[in-house]
Every structure is written in C-alpha cells, then in structure tokens.
C-alpha cells in the first residue's frame, strides 16, 4: 500500500482516538500547562482551574497580577470560546462517552464584588453551553458547570441573591453546616494540610484520617464532591485520598494522574 495512504490511515484513526473522561481528575492551575485546557481535554480530565485578575473591564487568566496584558489571554479566549466551539464539534458535549458535567473552576484573585458583575455577564453570552442553576435546580441538559472560588472571598450574597445563576460556589468544610443546596455549592475544597500531615511516607496519622472521612462523608450527605489542595503531587497519596472517598484529585501532573487513575480502575 501507499505510504501516504497508510500515514493518512494512521492520522485518521489517532483523530477519532476516544478519550477516556476521569471523573477524578482536576487539572490544577490549568493555564500554566502549554496547552490550557487541550493539555487536560487530552488527558481525559472533567474538571480544570483557572485564576482571574479583573483589569481595565476584563477577567484575565493568570496566577498573579501581569505586568504585561500583552502576555495573558482574557477567561473568554483561553476556556470559555474554546470549550464552546468544542462542545459545538462534539455533538454537544464536552466527551462523547461522558454524560456528566465538565466543571470549570473560576479562582477570582481580585476583589470578589467588584470582579462578579463582570464574570457573570461574560458567563451569560456562554448560556448555551452552561448549566445554570434557578430554584436551586441545575439544568442538566447543559454540558459545563462552573464553581467560583477566591482569593479575596467569594461572591456569596450576589451570587444566591442572582435569579438565574450561571455559577456554582467553591464551599469550604466550614459551610457544610449550612447545607446549601448541591447545585448552588457542588465542590468543598480545603487545604490539604488542614488535615493531613502525611507526606506520602511511612503511615499517615489514623486520627487525622478519621477527621478526613468525616468530613467527605457529610459532604457526600449533601451530594457534594470534595477536593484537596496542596496535596503531594504522588501516586501514594492520590491512592491513599481516592479510599478516603476525596472526588477530585488536584495535580499539576496532568499524564502521570491519567496513567495512575486508568491502571487503577
């Protein structure tokens, strides 16, 4: 046969490669990666963080303040156009063999009141691809679900007070006593070290293990995920916070989290 036949076979057959979606993996700091957002498509992950800065009118993705606008892209053109053109490709859904949401984390870095009037009207033009929260109630016929967490708090009162709402809230363990609503509050998430101080060897402490599982539990209660930052970046631990019952394994790691989560199921 042709060689350019058989080059053209191989390329068609690796462009129609089904992907495996990893329920587990959360892509942290997901813009520091060569290529935000398709690094973490590619690797099967279902959800991906991005930090924002609102500067001059516009959220811009970045850990910290650029001294150049030159050097970053806006949340719309890094995630927001491109998953919409994706899911526009792909019959409406983010993995063709995946039917639940694909969870974009917004952190907001700058002040929260001042930068959600802003995030929520860039979310609304994306309404067609983002399920939205009214009454309470996700509308699952919408592929994306978004959570807003912050570095100089969250848009509580703005948010709840919104009639239709086109992002959830990062919870925090603290808030589980309030019992808001899953669709309002999908993700707990907590510093790692808040509760463990294993560091992957050796035998982690049974007590804190214990304070661990009961706070995933009461999360679980209330149909929330729950996710851990700053967690070593290991194997040994990934395995140890998957039997904890942990939902989202946070990594910078985005092949070595697929390889370990694809071996292990």
């Not at 058989?6 to 587990?24: A, Q, Y």
């Not at 290529?35 to 099967?44: I, K, M, S, V, Y």
């Not at 792909?90 to 001042?114: Q, S």
């Amino acid at each position: 046969m042709n060689m350019r036949i058989l080059l053209l076979i191989f390329c068609i057959s690796c462009s129609n490669k089904v992907i495996e979606p990893l329920t587990n993996a959360h892509a942290h700091n997901d813009y520091e990666h060569d290529r935000p957002l398709f690094d973490a498509l590619d690797n099967g992950f279902t959800s991906v963080e991005a930090d924002v800065h609102m500067i001059d009118g516009k959220l811009y993705v970045s850990h910290d303040i650029p001294e150049s606008l030159s050097q970053v892209k806006t949340l719309e053109e890094l995630y927001l156009s491109p998953l919409l053109k994706h899911v526009n490709n792909n019959n409406g859904r983010v993995y063709e063999n995946h039917n639940g949401f694909f969870y974009l984390m917004i952190d907001i870095k700058t002040l929260a009141d001042y930068s959600y009037p802003v995030l929520r009207k860039t979310l609304a033009k994306y309404s067609e691809m983002i399920s939205v929260v009214t009454d309470s109630i996700d509308q699952d016929n919408k592929p994306i679900k978004i959570f807003i967490s912050g570095h100089h708090g969250r848009p509580f009162t703005q948010l709840l007070n919104d009639s239709i709402k086109y992002a959830g809230l990062d919870g925090r363990p603290k808030e589980l006593k309030d019992n808001i609503p899953s669709a309002l509050m999908p993700v707990i998430s907590q510093n790692y070290k808040k509760y463990l101080t294993w560091k992957g060897t050796g035998n982690p402490d049974e007590n804190e293990l214990e304070s661990l599982k009961e706070m995933i539990d009461l999360a679980h209660d209330q149909n929330k995920m729950v996710r851990l930052w700053a967690a070593p970046d290991k194997p040994v631990v990934w395995d140890l916070l998957l039997k904890t019952g942990i939902d989202f394994i946070n990594t910078d790691d985005l092949e070595g989290l697929r390889e370990f989560l694809v071996k292990r199921n």
